[in-house]
């Protein structure tokens, strides 16, 4: 079977060999640019907000303003210009060793990527709030869904806060929500409920990314695409972090003297 499906992945790269391939679209030279069937230059640039772009170029859909007036303004809630946070000091540290811009931003934007905060932790948010809404829809208590899950997992993906408790970005984002005239759908009141339930059982809440998920599932959007969607979400704080270092002094950004490191391994030793 192996060695069928090496076949396969051969006769598929030959068949790529000095030759691109894109179902998005391209830039036909002397005609246009095309993505997903529109003319960018015309169909696109002056009439389509970005955050309208970026999901076309996700999802192959143009979503409506509204909606994505409301990713922009998720975007400005973990964009914050604080360099104690992980992704920021990237930047920071890249601004403060005279590092490229670009470096900083890219190096901050894979610092976000991890599986405990930031576009990592999305997919699984995701696949809790959808199974848990399967089985509730069969009549399945919260309780017994929380139980069930944590049975095999030490977490509730989407709930409770490193450093501090509650989450200022959920209040504004049902402000935002409501502002621009959206109605909680089945995926965003089963989230509330449940944390409702954690809240009266260990003091734990919904984070945003389980509310900006069961938002976004709601309006149709799979894990994966959610993902991609937010995947650049910190870059305007990094940017920010980035730009404040490079400010300063060179190399005064969390300097450290020797002494400052606490060694713990293996004694001195000659060298010969």
């Excluded at 208590?141 to 049975?151: D, N, V, W």
């Excluded at 806060?161 to 200022?168: C, F, S, T």
């Excluded at 984070?207 to 959610?226: H, P, T």
Aim: glycine share 10%.
């Amino acid at each position: 079977m192996k060695g069928e499906s090496n076949m396969e992945a051969f006769a598929c790269w030959d068949q790529s060999r000095n030759l691109i391939r894109s179902s998005n679209g391209g830039w036909r030279i002397g005609e246009a640019v095309y993505c997903h069937g529109y003319s960018m230059m015309d169909d696109l640039v002056g009439s389509k907000s970005y955050f309208q772009q970026l999901v076309l170029n996700i999802t192959g859909e143009i979503p409506d303003r509204k909606l994505a007036d409301w990713m922009e303004a998720c975007f400005i809630c973990v964009s914050w210009p604080d360099p104690r946070i992980w992704c920021n000091q990237m930047g920071a540290l890249a601004g403060t060793s005279r590092a490229s811009g670009i470096s900083g931003l890219s190096a901050g934007l894979m610092a976000a990527d991890s599986i405990m905060y930031g576009p990592g932790v999305i997919q699984r948010c995701y696949e809790f709030i959808h199974a848990a809404k399967q089985v509730s829809e069969v009549g399945t208590s919260i309780e017994h869904i929380i139980q069930t899950h944590l049975r095999s997992f030490k977490d509730v993906p989407g709930y409770a806060r490193p450093i501090a408790k509650g989450d200022e970005r959920v209040i504004a984002m049902e402000r935002v929500s409501a502002d621009l005239g959206f109605t909680p759908g089945a995926h965003e009141l089963l989230a509330k409920s449940i944390s409702d339930y954690l809240a009266d059982e260990c003091d734990e809440c919904i984070n945003f990314g389980g509310y900006m998920v069961a938002f976004l599932a709601d309006q149709g959007f799979s894990g994966k695409e959610i993902e991609w969607m937010v995947n650049t979400a910190v870059s305007s704080g990094v940017q920010a972090c980035y730009i404040d270092a490079s400010d300063r002094p060179e190399g005064s950004f969390l300097p450290l003297r020797v002494e400052d490191v606490h060694y713990e391994g293996h004694e001195d030793r000659d060298i010969y």
